[in-house]
């Protein structure tokens, strides 16, 4: 009976925590699950593998939503008539100050440094040298963060919006792109 009382409050505790902050409670998921996480990170999705503690996550890191952490080469099935219990398994680290785009892949044995972004839908497999911009499949480094720093700063695109109202920003995206309402 004292198992149920603790389950249901557990279950209370976590629907709270999630109503209130979903990166909270995802992060608190993740590190019961043995993931290492850092500081102010901003993680959109739960898909760590079945091994979550093989990935380590830096401080000021996103992760967008629909990515994945593979944690193991599961291809291995092909082998399983000759070798009946092979597994072959691999670390995730993250650095610290980097940006995974929407629906990445990151591979096993993947390293990718500190202050890099990695473009969406890119497959990540090996390591990626700090301060790089990477994308594709696979992933390959195109540029370092300095320059596509100085890129996005002088884009003809750039509308710094970030302190406005929901409805000011669409006023002024409205009028830059010239959308009839």
Request: proline content about 3%; aromatic content about 8%.
């Amino acid at each position: 009976m004292l198992n149920v009382i603790t389950r249901i409050k557990e279950s209370i505790y976590w629907r709270r925590l999630y109503a209130s902050d979903q990166n909270k409670w995802r992060i608190e998921k993740l590190k019961r699950q043995g993931v290492k996480i850092g500081n102010n990170c901003l993680i959109f999705t739960m898909e760590f593998s079945t091994e979550p503690y093989l990935i380590e996550i830096g401080d000021h890191v996103v992760i967008s939503s629909g990515t994945q952490l593979i944690t193991h080469d599961g291809a291995v099935w092909l082998f399983r008539d000759k070798y009946p219990n092979i597994t072959v398994f691999g670390r995730i680290i993250i650095g610290s100050n980097t940006f995974v785009g929407i629906n990445c892949i990151l591979l096993p044995n993947c390293e990718i440094g500190s202050n890099c972004i990695i473009g969406a839908g890119s497959t990540v497999r090996g390591k990626i040298p700090d301060n790089s911009v990477v994308m594709g499949n696979p992933a390959k480094v195109i540029m370092k963060t300095s320059l596509f720093e100085k890129l996005c700063v002088n884009s003809k695109n750039r509308v710094d919006t970030k302190i406005l109202t929901e409805k000011q920003r669409q006023t002024i995206l409205i009028e830059k792109y010239y959308i009839i309402p």
